[in-house]
């Protein structure tokens, strides 16, 4: 039987209570996987992480007119529920970070992109959630990661630190993205060399060859695509839609948003056969599918204001697609919660039935409450993300809240922003230059208490 829970996001959230920092009891146990709660003689279910690089909601056919033709993606969307509201952080590694740890970048210290040791990679003493899977005290989970990781520098063990995170094989890209997607380095299990083939391609292939290893147990395998990141380029023939794609320098240059979306859907096609696998399909899985952040100003839909995609605070920047669909969910539900990419560390957790780290502050929370009740009230009244690093200038650095209508930026240089997302979705009016209303005061003072709970502005 086939069980997937998709989730397709970006950055972090507060709680019901903005003020609780750590898991709440959940409502049942294995909530949306068909069974009733998980016991030492049930095996819990499998956990697929897939994660796409520099995808937000405006390219996403879920959310919007999307360019991209991404029908397992949209097969997935409609067996399960579209979160409409989620966060993740402006950038990649600390949206990674955020996910494996269940802890917002404040507490991890990876707030920008790893480059090399002139940003903190994730620090050693992080539990992750693959140590926790691979530790299940009934049934020990296999861990595999493959893909982008992003997440290593000298410090914390470079090419060996997916197996010290807790992951028994690595086979991917250590840094932030290739050069070329033909001709790349890849790191399998500490040991790197440069491989020829299609990143996308290669990428699922080494998780079905793993997949086909393995013994009868459950398995977490964290796939994380580098598409549809620069460099734009022509996928190879048959993993595409788009027509009239020359793969030419200038073509390329004058058509970024069709190259981008042909790479969306040459990653869409190469999931498919991942989905499709065995040991995915005929068991009880778990599928999560996130967009690590907001979208490339580059390829960023009229819509949206120009500079207000990744890398920013703005909703281009981290308001990310979020699904989760399987056996026992409601299908085809639309979620307006406000959730975040840190829940989904105590989501999987609950599905395999383990307690969360009781030794430090756990900021995600589980969401499989919604598994049965689409309309179930909220986890949180607020979300957060926020921006920092030595490579990150001051005028970007900052932290930002939303509550289910109004939004609240901060800037390192003390500059703010206040909008009505519902009246102003495109964040084009500070209301600090106007009257703030009775309910936008409120939503305010909310957010300067969840900022006091948060440790305070920085």
Not at 143 to 171: E, M, V, Y
Not at 345 to 367: E, K, V
Not at 375 to 383: D, K, V, Y
Request: net charge negative; aromatic share 8%.
């Amino acid at each position: 039987m086939r069980i997937v829970a998709l989730i397709f996001l970006t950055c972090s959230i507060g709680c019901s209570d903005p003020n609780t920092s750590s898991i709440p009891a959940t409502d049942g146990g294995m909530l949306g996987l068909g069974t009733e709660g998980n016991t030492a003689a049930q095996r819990p279910p499998n956990i697929l992480f897939v994660i796409a690089d520099d995808f937000g909601v405006d390219v996403s056919p879920c959310y919007s007119d999307a360019m991209a033709h991404m029908p397992h993606l949209l097969a997935l969307c409609a067996d399960g529920l579209v979160f409409e509201t989620a966060w993740s952080n402006p950038i990649c590694s600390p949206t990674r970070a955020t996910l494996l740890t269940g802890r917002y970048s404040a507490r991890t210290t990876v707030g920008s992109q790893v480059e090399g040791n002139q940003t903190p990679g994730l620090p050693l003493d992080e539990v992750t959630l693959a140590q926790l899977l691979k530790n299940h005290p009934d049934h020990p989970y296999a861990t595999g990661a493959f893909g982008k990781w992003h997440l290593s520098n000298r410090d914390n063990g470079g090419a060996q630190h997916p197996q010290t995170a807790g992951f028994d094989h690595f086979s991917g890209l250590l840094q932030g993205g290739v050069q070329d997607y033909e001709r790349w380095q890849r790191t399998v299990d500490g040991e790197t060399e440069t491989i020829e083939g299609y990143t996308t391609t290669i990428t699922i292939d080494d998780a079905m060859t793993w997949l086909d290893k393995l013994e009868d147990q459950p398995w977490f395998v964290w796939l994380a695509f580098t598409a549809p990141h620069s460099p734009w380029h022509r996928p190879p023939e048959g993993l595409f839609y788009q027509e009239g794609l020359t793969g030419e320098a200038n073509h390329i240059q004058n058509n970024r948003a069709a190259y981008y979306a042909a790479a969306a859907e040459a990653l869409d096609m190469e999931m498919g056969r991942l989905l499709d696998h065995r040991r995915v399909k005929d068991e009880p899985t778990m599928i999560v599918f996130l967009g690590d952040n907001g979208t490339p100003n580059q390829v960023l839909p009229a819509s949206r204001p120009r500079g207000r995609g990744k890398s920013s605070l703005f909703e281009g920047g981290i308001h990310v697609p979020l699904v989760i669909a399987g056996a026992g969910l409601a299908t085809g539900a639309r979620i307006p919660r406000p959730v975040n990419a840190v829940d989904l560390f105590s989501t999987a957790l609950d599905w395999a039935g383990i307690p969360p780290p009781s030794d430090r502050s756990i900021d995600g929370l589980s969401l499989i409450r919604y598994g049965t009740d689409p309309l179930a009230p909220p986890t949180r009244s607020w979300i957060y993300s926020e921006l920092f690093g030595s490579n990150v200038v001051q005028s970007r650095t900052g932290q930002t809240l939303r509550d289910d209508r109004f939004k609240w930026i901060g800037y390192q240089d003390g500059s703010e922003m206040f909008f009505d997302l519902h009246e102003d979705p495109n964040e084009q009016l500070n209301l600090f230059d106007t009257v703030l209303s009775t309910d936008a005061q409120a939503s305010q003072a909310d957010f300067e208490q969840a900022l006091q709970s948060l440790g305070g502005r920085r």
